[in-house]
């Protein structure tokens, strides 16, 4: 249609007005300044991209040259444009890094390699929403929750690494947007309501309003067409006369202003489809009540020049009730100011008059960026320009984008969307995703593991606080640490609030676990070493040891030996000269019990040498201490009968593995005669957190259970108390019951039979 350049404003064919020049320059700052810069990015790319096609059906070198073409629009550098070229060919590349960074040096190469990165994540999220949706049926202006919350993500991670990167992302979509328009291609819906709700607010925020509008109304028409031709049209019936009546007011209202001694410059405003609509459906008006269809914009030197400018804009047209705003003193959260009245003139038609400084314009115009604080360039600091003034500038940006996330998590049918996620500042404005209600100590371990091993303070946005303080969106954190050290215990306490994130809670976890194992290994070491001492056998090599032991290393052997899992007598067994043959006895006993001897049928069952008849010949191991009901075998000793063992003893697998032969079978048994129930010792480990009467605590679980107890062993080592009982049992299967008490202890972490 023949009016829709003047409808878009600036239009594709318009080009792009008003740049920013504080911004590009701030983030052009650090790629070199080449003359040449472009022309030898576009002749390095055109042989890898000249034949190639976008998946939108675009030439890639055309794009690129249109990319080029807008940043330059926007106040961009030879150097930003070359590097729209260089995106393009590091799809082409095997090694993108360094090819690039040979060519035109680190800067160009990791702009655009991160340029690159970003492209695959969002074509990849554009795909799973599309598949997701199953059909073109869906409702067009609403997106897949999971995609959108992906793309703001994302495109916050990356700002918060180079601003550049967002710059020629939004750059590449508008003129995706503009190629579509040109050939009238069908439109993938889900790459229209991207640029809709994720490009187009990103743009604004920035500032960038020229992208922002021509990406929205190209957006609108591909996902509406009808709704907006009818607007359009209801635009353009009357453009004519509107835009003449509307130059004749402007001027009249300049002059006027200038007799009264304020230096003002009035303009006309751009119509936007995609903004009226959107009024029409928030306000639930028609066509004829949008008032800002015929719209002025005053510019004036001072404060006090735009409350005179209103005072003769109100005594000359009639103004409207309940339709100004004073946004000079109440800004918005923006920072945006300006006034803002609606007046009719005498045919009672509707004009919007918008009322402001050069300074408050600028900043409407070019967003956060005016506040930007590249003042002069330098060798050093964020993008190559001196660090003087640059943090509070980043933060201010930064905190901008945050607020596009909660603007976007409230709106459009997506309440909650962020709800699970917050973004935290570091002190070098980074910005760091965390989950909901996380702390300074989450923080510190998703920046780096040992940071917060080390944690030991926290500011936040300045002001000193609580470890377990939770943080909010937006807000620069810093933590203090120690050299040395580790976390606390607390942290793991859910009660106390520290730890939100399970891969925090899952890296303290892992240093206690490894913290234990240490003093484990210790523990075995130092058994180990007493005993080769007291065998005169300080000569070996441990490692040595531990291979004709059955053990990888050194390490595993001192491990099993401190948690009791593998006898000492196993070494000493290394250090005796094997016996070539059983002694008589012993040859005997095995031959007995194996054939089943007619004169042992009393105290024996076919071979099965029954324990606690035959007590002269068996022996309870003491490094299992077996009890019924446990599952028992027997293995002969040299000179000392049958030693019995429970069937999962690990001392006793390695006893098999030698002496294979020396097993038989035995079982529990009861002598004749007797009235009372036998009583076996069985040692139960403690493990809890140390505290004042643990160990009365425990004990009297055993007293009020009637088991009683022959011996305790404790050791406390960093606020962990390691304990062993000795118990008597007539029946294992009972401690179960008596252990699961001992576990509800307070502070008791873990019992376990030995």
């Given at each position: 249609m023949k009016s829709e350049p003047a409808i878009l404003g600036a239009g594709a064919g318009a080009g792009l007005a008003s740049p920013l020049p504080e911004l590009i320059a701030a983030t052009s700052a650090s790629l070199p300044v080449e003359a040449d810069a472009k022309a030898r990015a576009r002749a390095f790319a055109e042989p890898l991209i000249a034949s190639e096609t976008l998946d939108t059906g675009e030439n890639t070198?055309?794009?690129?040259?249109?990319?080029?073409?807008?940043?330059?629009?926007?106040?961009?550098?030879?150097?930003?444009?070359?590097?729209?070229?260089?995106?393009?060919?590091?799809?082409?590349?095997?090694?993108?890094?360094?090819?690039?960074?040979k060519a035109f040096g680190p800067n160009y190469a990791a702009l655009a390699v991160e340029t690159t990165q970003l492209v695959r994540v969002q074509r990849q999220a554009r795909l799973t929403q599309a598949s997701a949706s199953g059909s073109a049926t869906a409702v067009p202006m609403a997106q897949s929750a999971a995609a959108q919350t992906e793309n703001v993500r994302k495109m916050l991670l990356a700002f918060s690494r180079d601003l550049r990167v967002v710059l020629l992302r939004l750059a590449s979509r508008l003129q995706t947007l503009r190629h579509y328009a040109a050939t009238k291609l069908p439109v993938p819906p889900s790459l229209a309501r991207e640029?809709?709700?994720?490009?187009?607010?990103?743009?604004?925020?920035?500032?960038?309003?020229?992208?922002?509008?021509?990406?929205?109304?190209?957006?609108?028409?591909?996902?509406?067409?009808?709704?907006?031709?009818?607007?359009?049209?209801?635009?353009?019936?009357?453009?004519?006369?509107?835009?003449?009546?509307?130059?004749?007011?402007?001027?009249?209202?300049?002059?006027?202003?200038?007799?009264?001694?304020?230096?003002?410059?009035?303009?006309?405003?751009?119509?936007?489809?995609?903004?009226?609509?959107?009024?029409?459906?928030?306000?639930?008006?028609?066509?004829?009540?949008?008032?800002?269809?015929?719209?002025?914009?005053?510019?004036?030197?001072?404060?006090?020049?735009?409350?005179?400018?209103?005072?003769?804009?109100?005594?000359?047209l009639s103004p409207v009730a309940n339709e100004f705003d004073d946004y000079i003193a109440r800004p918005k959260?923006?920072?945006?100011?300006?006034?803002?009245?609606?007046?009719?003139?005498?045919?009672?038609?509707?004009?919007?008059?918008?009322?402001?400084?050069?300074?408050?314009?600028?900043?409407?115009?070019?967003?956060?960026?005016?506040?930007?604080?590249y003042k002069e360039a330098g060798s050093k600091g964020y993008s190559g320009v001196s660090a003087s003034g640059e943090y509070d500038a980043k933060i201010a940006v930064l905190r901008q984008l945050l607020a596009w996330e909660r603007d976007l998590s409230g709106s459009d049918g997506h309440q909650g969307l962020f709800d699970d996620r917050i973004y935290v500042l570091t002190p070098n404005a980074a910005i760091v995703e965390l989950p909901q209600g996380a702390t300074p100590v989450d923080f510190a371990y998703s920046v780096h593991t040992s940071l917060g091993h080390r944690c030991r303070g926290a500011r936040v946005d300045g002001a000193m606080v609580?470890?377990?303080?939770?943080?909010?969106?937006?807000?620069?954190?810093?933590?203090?640490?120690?050299?040395?050290?580790?976390?606390?215990?607390?942290?793991?306490?859910?009660?106390?609030?520290f730890l939100v994130s399970h891969r925090a809670r899952a890296k303290v976890r892992a240093w206690f676990n490894l913290q234990q194992q240490h003093e484990t290994t210790a523990r075995g070491r130092e058994a180990v070493e007493k005993l080769l001492q007291?065998?005169?056998?300080?000569?070996?090599?441990?490692?040595?040891?531990?291979?004709?032991?059955?053990?990888?290393?050194?390490?595993?052997?001192?491990?099993?030996?401190?948690?009791?899992?593998?006898?000492?007598?196993?070494?000493?067994?290394?250090?005796?000269?094997?016996?070539?043959?059983?002694?008589?006895?012993?040859?005997?006993?095995?031959?007995?019990?194996?054939?089943?001897?007619?004169?042992?049928?009393?105290?024996?069952?076919?071979?099965?040498?029954?324990?606690?008849?035959?007590?002269?010949?068996?022996?309870?191991?003491?490094c299992c201490k077996p009890a019924p009901p446990?599952?028992?075998?027997?293995?002969?000793?040299?000179?000392?009968?049958?030693?019995?063992?429970?069937?999962?003893?690990?001392?006793?697998?390695?006893?098999?593995?030698?002496?294979?032969?020396?097993?038989?079978?035995?079982?529990w048994g009861r002598p004749k005669?007797?009235?009372?129930?036998?009583?076996?010792?069985?040692?139960?480990?403690?493990?809890?957190?140390?505290?004042?009467?643990?160990?009365?605590?425990?004990?009297?679980?055993?007293?009020?259970e009637k088991m009683n107890?022959?011996?305790?062993?404790?050791?406390?080592?960093?606020?962990?108390?390691?304990?062993?009982f000795t118990v008597e049992v007539a029946d294992a299967g009972r401690l179960r019951h008596v252990m699961a008490q001992v576990n509800g202890v307070a502070n008791v972490r873990s019992t376990r039979r030995r």
């Amino acid at each position: 249609m023949k009016s829709e350049p003047a409808i878009l404003g600036a239009g594709a064919g318009a080009g792009l007005a008003s740049p920013l020049p504080e911004l590009i320059a701030a983030t052009s700052a650090s790629l070199p300044v080449e003359a040449d810069a472009k022309a030898r990015a576009r002749a390095f790319a055109e042989p890898l991209i000249a034949s190639e096609t976008l998946d939108t059906g675009e030439n890639t070198l055309a794009h690129a040259d249109a990319v080029a073409r807008i940043v330059a629009d926007i106040g961009g550098s030879e150097a930003m444009q070359a590097a729209s070229y260089l995106v393009y060919a590091c799809e082409h590349l095997n090694r993108p890094q360094d090819v690039i960074t040979k060519a035109f040096g680190p800067n160009y190469a990791a702009l655009a390699v991160e340029t690159t990165q970003l492209v695959r994540v969002q074509r990849q999220a554009r795909l799973t929403q599309a598949s997701a949706s199953g059909s073109a049926t869906a409702v067009p202006m609403a997106q897949s929750a999971a995609a959108q919350t992906e793309n703001v993500r994302k495109m916050l991670l990356a700002f918060s690494r180079d601003l550049r990167v967002v710059l020629l992302r939004l750059a590449s979509r508008l003129q995706t947007l503009r190629h579509y328009a040109a050939t009238k291609l069908p439109v993938p819906p889900s790459l229209a309501r991207e640029s809709l709700q994720v490009f187009a607010p990103l743009a604004n925020r920035l500032g960038i309003w020229q992208i922002k509008w021509e990406m929205e109304d190209l957006a609108f028409r591909f996902l509406e067409p009808d709704t907006y031709r009818e607007v359009a049209r209801l635009l353009d019936e009357k453009r004519v006369e509107r835009e003449a009546y509307v130059e004749q007011l402007r001027q009249q209202l300049e002059t006027q202003l200038r007799q009264q001694g304020v230096l003002a410059s009035v303009q006309g405003r751009p119509k936007h489809i995609y903004s009226i609509v959107r009024k029409m459906r928030g306000k639930s008006l028609g066509f004829g009540q949008v008032h800002d269809i015929r719209a002025l914009r005053v510019v004036v030197p001072t404060v006090a020049d735009c409350y005179a400018a209103l005072s003769w804009v109100h005594a000359q047209l009639s103004p409207v009730a309940n339709e100004f705003d004073d946004y000079i003193a109440r800004p918005k959260a923006n920072g945006y100011q300006s006034l803002h009245t609606v007046v009719r003139n005498a045919q009672g038609q509707p004009i919007e008059v918008q009322i402001r400084t050069q300074a408050m314009h600028d900043h409407a115009e070019h967003g956060v960026a005016a506040h930007w604080a590249y003042k002069e360039a330098g060798s050093k600091g964020y993008s190559g320009v001196s660090a003087s003034g640059e943090y509070d500038a980043k933060i201010a940006v930064l905190r901008q984008l945050l607020a596009w996330e909660r603007d976007l998590s409230g709106s459009d049918g997506h309440q909650g969307l962020f709800d699970d996620r917050i973004y935290v500042l570091t002190p070098n404005a980074a910005i760091v995703e965390l989950p909901q209600g996380a702390t300074p100590v989450d923080f510190a371990y998703s920046v780096h593991t040992s940071l917060g091993h080390r944690c030991r303070g926290a500011r936040v946005d300045g002001a000193m606080v609580p470890l377990n303080t939770p943080l909010q969106n937006g807000q620069t954190v810093e933590v203090s640490t120690v050299k040395e050290g580790g976390p606390s215990r607390d942290w793991l306490n859910a009660e106390l609030g520290f730890l939100v994130s399970h891969r925090a809670r899952a890296k303290v976890r892992a240093w206690f676990n490894l913290q234990q194992q240490h003093e484990t290994t210790a523990r075995g070491r130092e058994a180990v070493e007493k005993l080769l001492q007291r065998e005169g056998k300080t000569a070996i090599k441990l490692e040595d040891l531990a291979s004709q032991l059955g053990f990888k290393s050194a390490d595993d052997l001192f491990h099993v030996v401190g948690k009791d899992e593998f006898s000492l007598r196993s070494i000493e067994a290394l250090f005796k000269p094997a016996e070539p043959v059983l002694p008589q006895d012993e040859f005997l006993l095995l031959k007995k019990f194996r054939q089943g001897d007619k004169a042992a049928s009393a105290s024996s069952k076919g071979g099965v040498l029954v324990v606690g008849i035959d007590s002269l010949m068996t022996q309870l191991a003491k490094c299992c201490k077996p009890a019924p009901p446990d599952e028992i075998l027997g293995f002969v000793t040299r000179g000392k009968g049958v030693s019995v063992h429970r069937a999962d003893c690990s001392n006793f697998r390695e006893m098999v593995a030698r002496n294979g032969e020396r097993v038989i079978e035995v079982e529990w048994g009861r002598p004749k005669g007797a009235t009372d129930a036998a009583v076996y010792p069985v040692d139960v480990t403690v493990e809890a957190a140390d505290r004042q009467g643990l160990l009365r605590d425990i004990s009297e679980v055993f007293a009020r259970e009637k088991m009683n107890v022959i011996g305790v062993q404790t050791q406390t080592v960093k606020g962990t108390a390691w304990m062993t009982f000795t118990v008597e049992v007539a029946d294992a299967g009972r401690l179960r019951h008596v252990m699961a008490q001992v576990n509800g202890v307070a502070n008791v972490r873990s019992t376990r039979r030995r």
